[in-house]
């Protein structure tokens, strides 16, 4: 998401309520004592206890657990300021909406801008997920997730083709100003007063579909999906994913509505879209959905993004298990939400059909060697294909993380040399390497701002001791001091980067930590000195 275009001076409600409570933008961007005794003498960075915006004896457990777990002073000190990052700073309201008292809803800003992202929230939840039982208590992290799903059900059904929304009016938290968007035109229109910014995002979609099926998997709790608007929620984002299925071009030939168009006044070609908001033409029959931006808010180049397609298959399958327990559970929606089930399952398995036939291209190879099949990141449906990866979670790289493939599949396996090779003719144009940490990027920052949100899904696909090794090492030594995880940084200079407060970032790395204390626990015993 884009950190460009806010301004400061956003209105922090918690803190507000809380009073004597310090702006996490800046005390975020300044250091604070006890430092870690490594080598970085990273700052803590957790507010006081008084000024956190949710607490949580698992996750406070768990983070005194990890410290006889991780040995090294430094990644410790980024484990514990980063993890409950999302709880510590995030949670701007929990209440109950107003024309439902049993209905719970969760407001989730990204951090450092006062919105909340329907793939950001479901990302900064998912961090907590090795910790999510069943609960109906205020406390749980189950509290927190059922609010988060009712609010983006919401969100869904007033405007299917947002990315990311207002607070909602029970919280009695104003809307923020995004003056960024103030000169976009967009098709279908929207309210300002329930939608921050309106990029259609099929991974925005793909997201709700994953908060669920996390959800689901770790509660069994299918009454809970039968109760609010999960149901219509899903027929909503049906209707988007068949609606953008149109091509470009009709039958005869003449130019088809768009079900979506967007343009902006702007500097970066990244931020509108070519043809007048139509975006790049689109070839019919594929069976491939379309998605106008990036899980970056970037505009796509050719409009049929693969990995967003991958994710939105793979939790589409899943969520197809809830509808079906749904159907199971309730018998007024026993019809709608069987039909339904059938539905999403086929749509799954048609999805990765057409990644199969139209998302693997055959790319140049060097002398005396044929070249390799692997994924594209972009296809048209009329024969172009971009070939890159960007660092913004669905990528290719992540592809096993989000469960879509094993990370053993040798199309995936050929595709990650390629993204993580940053000097052949047939490596990625976006991977960032330098003396200070290698890691792929974007267009979002540009070309020499290496994201360690990649470095970490790095380390989450791989099996290899010595990549993550060094990998991590990158992470721990570029963090400028503050010990939090940074949007960007520059690969020859760690003093440059973005973002301190990124919330999902910093709870991604924690998950990843997790990850490595049941993969590799040999891993957390290491010194990164
Ligand atoms: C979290 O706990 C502290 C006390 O340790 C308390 O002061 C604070 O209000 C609690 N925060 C919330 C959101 O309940
Ligand atoms: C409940 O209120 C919210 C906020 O006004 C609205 O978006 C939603 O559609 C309402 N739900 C129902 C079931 O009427
Ligand atoms: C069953 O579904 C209806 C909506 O069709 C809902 O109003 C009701 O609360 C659900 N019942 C249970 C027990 O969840
Ligand atoms: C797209 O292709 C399918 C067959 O693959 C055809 O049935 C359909 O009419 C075509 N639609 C357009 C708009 O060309």
Same mark, same amino acid.
């Given at each position: 998401?884009?950190?460009?275009?806010?301004?400061?001076?956003?209105?922090?409600?918690?803190?507000?309520?809380?009073?004597?409570?310090?702006?996490?933008? @800046?005390?975020?961007?300044?250091?604070?004592?006890?430092?870690?005794?490594? %080598?970085?003498?990273?700052?803590?960075? %957790?507010?006081?206890?008084?000024?956190?915006?949710?607490?949580?004896?698992?996750?406070?457990? *768990?983070?005194?657990?990890?410290?006889?777990?991780?040995?090294?002073?430094?990644?410790?000190?980024?484990?514990?300021?980063?993890?409950?990052?999302?709880?510590?700073?995030?949670?701007?309201?929990?209440?109950?909406?107003?024309?439902?008292?049993?209905?719970?809803?969760?407001?989730?800003?990204?951090?450092?801008?006062?919105?909340?992202?329907?793939?950001?929230?479901?990302?900064?939840?998912?961090?907590?997920?090795?910790?999510?039982?069943?609960? @109906? &208590?205020?406390?749980?992290?189950?509290?927190? +997730?059922?609010?988060?799903?009712?609010?983006?059900?919401?969100?869904?059904?007033?405007?299917?083709?947002?990315?990311?929304?207002?607070?909602?009016?029970?919280?009695?938290?104003?809307?923020?100003?995004?003056?960024?968007?103030?000169?976009?035109?967009?098709?279908?229109?929207?309210?300002?007063?329930?939608?921050?910014?309106?990029?259609?995002?099929?991974? @925005?979609?793909?997201?709700?579909?994953?908060?669920?099926?996390?959800?689901?998997? !770790?509660?069994?709790?299918?009454?809970?999906?039968?109760?609010?608007?999960?149901?219509?929620?899903?027929?909503?984002?049906?209707?988007?994913?068949?609606?953008?299925?149109?091509?470009?071009?009709?039958?005869?030939?003449?130019?088809?509505?768009?079900?979506?168009?967007?343009?902006?006044?702007?500097?970066?070609?990244?931020?509108?879209?070519?043809? $007048?908001?139509?975006?790049?033409?689109?070839?019919?029959?594929?069976?491939?959905?379309?998605?106008?931006?990036?899980? @970056?808010?970037?505009?796509?180049?050719?409009?049929?993004?693969?990995?967003?397609?991958?994710?939105?298959?793979?939790?589409?399958?899943?969520?197809?298990?809830?509808?079906?327990?749904?159907?199971?559970?309730?018998?007024?929606? &026993?019809?709608?939400?069987?039909?339904?089930?059938?539905?999403?399952?086929?749509?799954?398995?048609?999805?990765? !059909?057409?990644?199969?036939?139209?998302?693997?291209?055959?790319?140049?190879?060097?002398?005396? +060697?044929?070249?390799?099949?692997?994924?594209?990141?972009?296809?048209?449906?009329?024969?172009?294909?971009?070939?890159?990866?960007?660092?913004? =979670?669905?990528?290719?790289?992540?592809?096993?993380?989000?469960?879509?493939?094993?990370?053993?599949?040798?199309?995936?396996?050929?595709?990650?040399?390629? =993204?993580?090779?940053?000097?052949?003719?047939?490596?990625?144009? +976006?991977?960032?390497?330098?003396?200070?940490?290698?890691?792929?990027?974007?267009?979002?920052?540009?070309?020499?701002?290496?994201?360690?949100?990649?470095?970490?899904?790095?380390?989450?696909?791989?099996? $290899?001791?010595?990549?993550?090794?060094?990998?991590?090492?990158?992470?721990?030594?570029?963090? $400028?001091?503050?010990? *939090?995880?940074?949007?960007?940084?520059?690969?020859?200079?760690?003093?440059?980067?973005?973002?301190?407060?990124?919330?999902?970032?910093?709870?991604?790395?924690?998950?990843?930590?997790? $990850? *490595?204390?049941?993969?590799?626990?040999?891993?957390?015993?290491?010194?990164?000195?």
């Amino acid at each position: 998401m884009v950190r460009t275009l806010i301004g400061y001076g956003l209105f922090l409600a918690g803190a507000a309520a809380q009073g004597f409570c310090p702006d996490y933008s @800046s005390y975020s961007q300044q250091n604070h004592t006890p430092y870690s005794t490594g %080598r970085y003498q990273l700052s803590y960075q %957790r507010p006081i206890p008084a000024c956190r915006t949710f607490n949580s004896t698992d996750v406070e457990s *768990l983070i005194t657990q990890y410290q006889s777990v991780i040995s090294d002073p430094d990644l410790y000190r980024l484990f514990q300021n980063s993890f409950p990052n999302t709880l510590d700073t995030a949670i701007k309201w929990i209440g109950y909406a107003a024309n439902n008292s049993a209905e719970e809803l969760t407001f989730v800003i990204t951090g450092d801008i006062n919105a909340m992202w329907l793939r950001d929230s479901a990302n900064q939840m998912q961090s907590y997920l090795s910790l999510l039982k069943p609960s @109906s &208590a205020y406390n749980s992290l189950a509290r927190l +997730y059922r609010g988060v799903i009712n609010l983006q059900a919401r969100y869904l059904l007033t405007s299917p083709y947002c990315n990311s929304f207002q607070p909602p009016v029970e919280s009695g938290i104003a809307p923020a100003n995004n003056g960024a968007a103030g000169s976009d035109s967009v098709t279908p229109s929207y309210s300002a007063t329930s939608v921050f910014e309106c990029k259609y995002e099929l991974d @925005s979609l793909a997201a709700f579909l994953q908060v669920s099926v996390n959800y689901y998997t !770790a509660t069994k709790d299918a009454d809970f999906f039968g109760k609010f608007q999960w149901v219509p929620a899903i027929q909503a984002i049906l209707k988007v994913a068949n609606d953008m299925m149109t091509p470009t071009y009709g039958s005869d030939g003449r130019v088809l509505a768009s079900p979506y168009m967007f343009t902006r006044l702007t500097t970066r070609t990244t931020e509108t879209l070519a043809n $007048d908001g139509l975006g790049s033409p689109v070839g019919n029959g594929t069976g491939l959905i379309r998605s106008a931006f990036r899980p @970056s808010d970037d505009s796509t180049i050719f409009q049929l993004f693969i990995p967003a397609n991958m994710m939105f298959s793979r939790y589409l399958d899943g969520a197809a298990d809830i509808m079906a327990a749904v159907a199971q559970s309730n018998s007024s929606q &026993a019809g709608v939400a069987a039909g339904l089930a059938g539905e999403m399952k086929q749509l799954a398995a048609s999805l990765k !059909a057409a990644i199969a036939r139209h998302g693997i291209v055959t790319v140049a190879g060097n002398e005396g +060697y044929n070249g390799d099949q692997i994924y594209a990141y972009e296809v048209d449906g009329f024969g172009s294909a971009a070939i890159m990866d960007d660092a913004n =979670i669905p990528s290719l790289l992540a592809a096993p993380f989000f469960g879509y493939l094993d990370k053993a599949d040798p199309v995936y396996q050929r595709t990650r040399n390629h =993204i993580l090779d940053g000097s052949s003719v047939n490596g990625n144009p +976006y991977f960032m390497r330098g003396p200070a940490i290698n890691a792929v990027g974007g267009p979002h920052v540009g070309p020499g701002a290496a994201w360690p949100m990649a470095s970490i899904v790095r380390i989450l696909t791989s099996d $290899d001791d010595r990549e993550i090794t060094q990998t991590l090492k990158e992470i721990v030594s570029t963090t $400028d001091g503050l010990g *939090l995880i940074h949007e960007s940084v520059n690969s020859f200079n760690p003093g440059q980067w973005t973002r301190q407060w990124f919330s999902w970032a910093n709870g991604l790395f924690g998950q990843m930590i997790i $990850d *490595l204390h049941s993969r590799k626990p040999e891993i957390l015993k290491q010194r990164f000195q």
